[in-house]
């Protein structure tokens, strides 16, 4: 299979969970399947993909050889390649999606309405940390006054 067809799916993946958590009633069974499946594949195809570039059996031409996270010309060699930038972009699929999904678990559980959350939860979709902040701002004060700061 070729990076860009991994990068498409993974993308296709994240873009219509995403939907489901902002658009859809939140079973429990909808939260679940996105966390453990979704966040859980994400995550095993970072590992595989991560294995697979370390030892070198998916870049079998080395376009990533000098590579490394100890220096910005490191990680731009890294991301420099369709592998190492669809490892990256998994990355931040993963972990961008298992954060919107504490965000509404959070907002739910606080009393947010649904029509703030969606603003907040798109944010961490387009910019995962924005999106991260503005909730952890407006969080704050609610967790603060129920006397709780889970």
Not at 19 to 31: F, K, S, V
Not at 103 to 117: C, L, N, P, V
Request: proline share 4%; no cysteine; aromatic share 12%.
């Amino acid at each position: 299979m070729s990076w860009d067809a991994i990068f498409g799916a993974a993308n296709m993946l994240a873009m219509i969970s995403w939907a489901a958590l902002i658009l859809l009633p939140r079973w429990p069974a909808l939260l679940s399947a996105l966390l453990y499946l979704v966040v859980g594949l994400l995550s095993l195809l970072y590992a595989g993909i991560l294995v697979g570039l370390v030892t070198g059996l998916a870049d079998p031409g080395g376009s990533m050889a000098g590579g490394n996270f100890s220096s910005i010309e490191g990680v731009q060699t890294l991301f420099s390649a369709k592998g190492g930038l669809t490892m990256g972009w998994v990355h931040y699929l993963a972990f961008d999606l298992f954060v919107g999904i504490w965000i509404a678990r959070d907002a739910d559980a606080k009393g947010f309405s649904r029509f703030i959350q969606a603003p907040i939860l798109v944010a961490t979709f387009m910019a995962g940390p924005l999106g991260l902040f503005l909730w952890m701002l407006l969080r704050e004060p609610r967790a603060r006054a129920s006397g709780r700061w889970n």
